[in-house]
T-cell receptor, first 113, second 115 residues
Framework: DQQVKQNSPSLSVQEGRISILNCDYT??????FLWYKKYPAEGPTFLIS?????DKNEDGRFTVFLNKSAKHLSLHIVPSQPGDSAVYFC????????????FGPGTSLSVIP | DTGVSQDPRHKITKRGQNVTFRCDPI?????LYWYRQTLGQGPEFLTY????????KSRLLSDRFSAERPKGSFSTLEIQRTEQGDSAMYLC?????????????FGSGTQLSVL
């Protein structure tokens, strides 16, 4: 039972255009959402997060949108750069500090120069 | 901040052998996690520690897997009688609880290949 879903295994975008990565979740108890980026042969690195009390969080070129009623979030990268090519993981956790972080299967983003 | 360190980076073993991995978290972090990742999948939770106490272990985890964090600093993950299905990237992450965000800091992982 996959609680965090990323239905697009891969995405290709032209340099300079917008990249939109989508994520859906099933557990209504999730309270905090994170995006991680992973390059080959490295561990995931934190990118951006959002609390359930917000519907948008922005950090430079990266913006995360949360739609709680639809149990959906998305990561927007504008403008996309070739260095953004990586696997992006959506992750979620519950309210308490004892809740673990659950990851989705990832979306591989390729930004074409 | 020296980051999360994992050793070894790669391990090749024969089926039936035991293997042990080490993780050194960021020094002031009290929470330490182990995850496993296979190709095309996201990191799958295995277990986590708060200081030296193991607070949760995935019910999907075989009894062949054991983890320790004896002094609340570094941690080891041991797999006994390895099977080919154990081949994966084993990731360690640490965090500071409580925190203003829930950010995990990951190491580079140990890539296990069971022949």
């Amino acid at each position: 039972d996959q609680q965090v879903k990323q239905n697009s295994p891969s995405l290709s975008v032209q340099e300079g255009r917008i990249s939109i990565l989508n994520c859906d979740y099933t557990n209504s108890m999730f309270d905090y959402f994170l995006w991680y980026k992973k390059y080959p042969a490295e561990g995931p690195t934190f990118l951006i997060s959002i609390s359930s009390i917000k519907d948008k969080n922005e950090d430079g070129r990266f913006t995360v949108f949360l739609n709680k009623s639809a149990k959906h979030l998305s990561l927007h990268i504008v403008p996309s750069q070739p260095g953004d090519s990586a696997v992006y993981f959506c992750a979620a956790k519950g309210q308490t500090s004892y809740d673990k972080v659950i990851f989705g299967p990832g979306t591989s983003l390729s930004v074409i120069p | 901040d020296t980051g999360v360190s994992q050793d070894p980076r790669h391990k090749i073993t024969k089926r039936g052998q035991n293997v042990t991995f080490r993780c050194d978290p960021i020094s002031e972090h009290n929470r330490l996690y182990w995850y496993r990742q296979t190709l095309g999948q996201g990191p799958e939770f295995l277990t986590y520690f708060q200081n030296e106490a193991q607070l949760e272990k995935s019910r999907l985890l075989s009894d062949r897997f054991s983890a320790e964090r004896p002094k609340g600093s570094f941690s080891t993950l041991e797999i006994q009688r390895t099977e080919q299905g154990d081949s994966a990237m084993y990731l360690c992450a640490s965090s500071l609880i409580p925190a203003t965000n829930e950010k995990l800091f990951f190491g580079s992982g140990t890539q296990l290949s069971v022949l």
